[in-house]
């Protein structure tokens, strides 16, 4: 059976610059394990599944996976499943917002000017790293203890815990061994640090995780991890919302998310959404 299929490219400053998503659509019918072989064989971060609403509030449901497992919620390919959903014509119930269904249950989308934009999820830990992990943070970057500004869970899904350091050339200049590790906890560290005043960005953020070989891979544009250091930056005065966040210098991409809040203190992570490649996959 043909299906149609679409690459998008998200987040990215231009075309081919920021992250890219594999999109099935008209997915109904394919089992998980089917999902996940295309998963693999496509060999991108994500690739995302467009089924039908199971919730009637909802516009269409999506499954997203990783080269490994599936994930409830992923950032750039909210994005992207709902650029590539949009692009087949179909209007949602509602003119200005577009609800998805996922894992983590219902996200809102909306139409912004750089875009798309989701609403941040609820996080599901939230608070300070106790000091042996931090030291352990510490050891995995290569720097001093004293060269972390703060740290915070900041997991709204993935597991990511946020390491505020004290500006961007920091942040550019880390070089991470995640074989210093030796604690039990999932290591997925979201760094994150200020531009001077007046600069393009506020911040530049890496996104590093650990793989399935415990090797450390690092995620060219992160919507999940931005939503979250968002929240956390703002609470604790050190962001002010619009701003713009810049990531994936270090792979030579050039990503940027545009950070907003809207009265009811929603964060809303948006940027560009561009479809690079379409057509048909047989399945």
């Known amino acids: 059976m043909k299906r149609c299929f679409q690459q998008i ?32 064989w496509m060999n991108l971060s994500e690739t995302a599944f467009i089924l039908p609403p199971r ?11 990783t080269l490994t497992h599936e994930l409830p919620f992923a950032g750039h390919p909210t994005l992207g499943s ?25 996200v809102s989308i909306k139409r912004a000017a ?7 999820p609820p996080l599901l830990r939230s608070g ?7 030291e352990q943070l510490a050891a995995v970057l290569g720097i001093d203890r004293s060269q972390i500004v703060d740290t915070a869970w900041a997991d709204n899904g993935p597991g990511w815990v946020g390491v505020l350091l004290e500006d961007a050339a920091t ?14 906890e999932s290591l997925d560290i979201g760094l994150v640090g200020p531009y001077p005043q007046g600069s393009e960005c506020a911040f530049e953020v890496r996104a590093l995780f650990r793989n399935q070989q415990g090797a450390m891979v690092e995620d060219p544009v992160t919507g999940s991890l931005n939503a979250s250091l968002a929240e956390w930056l703002i609470a604790t005065g050190r962001a002010t919302a619009p701003y ?18 809207s009265a009811d203190d929603t964060v809303w992570v948006g940027g560009a959404t561009v479809t690079c490649v379409a057509g048909e996959i047989q399945i």
């Open 171 to 184: 942040v550019l200049a880390i070089e991470a061994d995640f074989s210093r590790y030796s604690g039990s």
């Open 55 to 65: 919730d009637a509030s909802a516009d269409y449901r999506v499954r997203i996976f």
């Open 128 to 134: 300070q790293v106790d000091a042996a992990y931090t």
């Open 244 to 261: 713009l966040v810049s990531q994936g210098t270090r792979l030579g991409c050039e990503g940027r998310l545009s950070i907003q809040q």
């Open 82 to 106: 709902c650029h590539a959903w949009l692009s087949s014509g179909i209007q949602p119930k509602q003119q200005d917002l577009i609800v998805q269904e996922c894992g983590a249950g219902l």
């Open 114 to 120: 750089e875009g798309l934009a989701f609403a941040a």
């Open 9 to 40: 490219d998200v987040f990215g400053a231009k075309p081919f610059l920021g992250n890219p998503l594999a999109v099935v659509l008209d997915a109904e019918g394919l089992s998980t394990e089917e999902m996940q072989r295309i998963t693999r």
